[in-house]
């Protein structure tokens, strides 16, 4: 028993001591991680000669100050948005269309065809899918795209000689062609009627209901005819001048879904997909939705932000171009919360859809999990023991 339980610990020093080597030597390499460390990041961002340089993405490390921040952000900086001209004017609010219908009152001072003293005649009648109505006197006659006072003209017309000093006034009773669409990711989806010549895209969606997920996921496609003009609801919300259009009839709203996302990984307390939760997304406010930096083992100054830059930008750097770098150029960002100003600078900084952030281990705490790891394997070997009581003495 003596002898087979100093062959067992004999075994786990030599296993303990070839796991250090191995550790020490080969990069950890032996122990699970979330990513390269900051040391394996910094070394393979350097050309490999030993490797077809065909096959080796070569990305830049581009160190996060001030400078850096500042250019990211007035490069990324919203363009103010133009409106297409078919949204810079209101529609045609108020004309007549194909399945309206109209309530004609037609007076005559003393008694003649439509009535008697000044009461009137009213008549309900609808667009014919010809775009005509008919009237007793006044015959058949176009009104589809004429406003009522036209139409109440062309009456008083069609009844001289017939009448006696006509008069008529026209009003919609129900509008059937003026109204619009709003479709998609709303509470209510189904046409609107448009009531006013100014009503707006917000009007129709708050009719619609509201939409069904917050502004910064929804997505608003606005189609009048052939034309149309698509934004983000926030932007709505914060551009009202520019993207709150007034609707016309016929007009289409189509709202969908559409989360921008990134990526959280490594030594963060809360690794995964991050949804944005307002439009601009600063670095800060990434690493906030994280819950920040694990402080277990996460290495403050490893602190990286993997995106492919457009060449313009990359140019702005001083990052030197490859053949390769024709219209984007693949750069890590780095960033190191060692330094106090760090804080300021991540406040400033864009995060992107579909960034990866990843936050490296601290070298100590790779070491950490090794002995941790050691532990449980010398606790496993020492179950025999524990099972068969104390040594024997003399055995």
């Keep these: ?10 075994f786990v020093s030599r296993f303990a001591v070839a796991l250090g080597l191995g550790t020490m030597g080969g990069g950890c390499e032996l122990l699970p991680s979330d990513g390269p460390s900051t040391n394996a990041m910094l070394a393979t961002s350097s050309f490999n000669k030993k ?13 996060i100050d001030a400078q850096i921040a500042r250019d990211c952000e007035q490069f990324y900086q919203p363009v103010a948005s133009t409106v297409p001209d078919a949204f810079q004017k209101s529609g045609d609010f108020g004309q007549v269309g194909v399945g309206d219908v109209l309530r004609v009152t037609i007076w005559e001072p003393g008694e003649g065809l439509f009535g008697r003293d000044q009461k009137g005649t009213d008549i309900t009648v609808r667009v014919d899918v010809d775009g005509t109505i008919s009237l007793p006197y006044a015959g058949r006659f176009a009104v589809t795209g004429r406003r009522l006072s036209q139409i109440e003209s062309t009456i008083v017309t069609r009844l001289e000689g ?8 026209v009003m919609i009773a129900d509008n059937i062609s003026s109204s619009a669409s709003v479709q998609g990711d709303v509470i209510k989806p189904g046409p609107y009627p448009v009531t006013r010549g100014n009503q707006r895209v917000l009007d129709m969606i708050a009719m619609a209901g509201g939409a069904k997920f917050p502004p910064y996921e929804s997505s608003i496609r606005l189609t009048r005819g052939r034309s149309t003009m698509s934004f983000m609801m926030q932007e709505l919300i914060d551009q009202p001048e520019t993207f709150n259009v007034s609707v016309a009839a016929g007009d289409a709203l189509l709202l969908t879904q559409k989360p921008q996302k990134f990526i959280a990984l490594g030594a963060v307390a809360q690794p995964g997909e ?3 939760r307002k439009s601009q997304l600063t ?15 996460s ?12 060449v313009e930008l990359a140019r702005r750097y001083g990052v030197p171009l490859l053949e390769e770098d024709r219209d984007t150029v693949p750069i890590v ?13 991540m406040n400033q900084f864009p995060v992107r ?11 100590l705490a790779e070491a950490a999990r090794f002995f941790q790891i050691l532990s449980g394997a010398t606790a496993t070997v020492a179950i025999p023991r524990t099972l068969g009581g104390n040594f024997p003495s003399g055995r």
């Design 299 to 310: 290495d403050a100054k490893g602190v990286y932000l993997f995106r492919r830059e457009p």
């Design 1 to 10: 028993m003596m002898r087979r339980s100093l062959t067992a610990w004999h």
């Design 283 to 297: 670095l800060a406010d990434g690493l906030g939705q994280a819950f920040g930096l694990d402080a277990q083992r």
């Design 353 to 363: 859809p579909n960034d990866i952030v990843f936050v490296s281990t601290a070298p």
């Design 333 to 345: 960002y780095q960033l190191d919360l060692k330094d106090g100003k760090s804080f300021f600078v």
């Design 274 to 276: 991050q949804i944005f």
């Design 162 to 169: 017939q009448a006696i000093q006509p008069q008529a006034t």
């Design 51 to 63: 490797v077809d340089p065909k096959s080796v993405m070569r990305f830049a490390i581009v160190g």
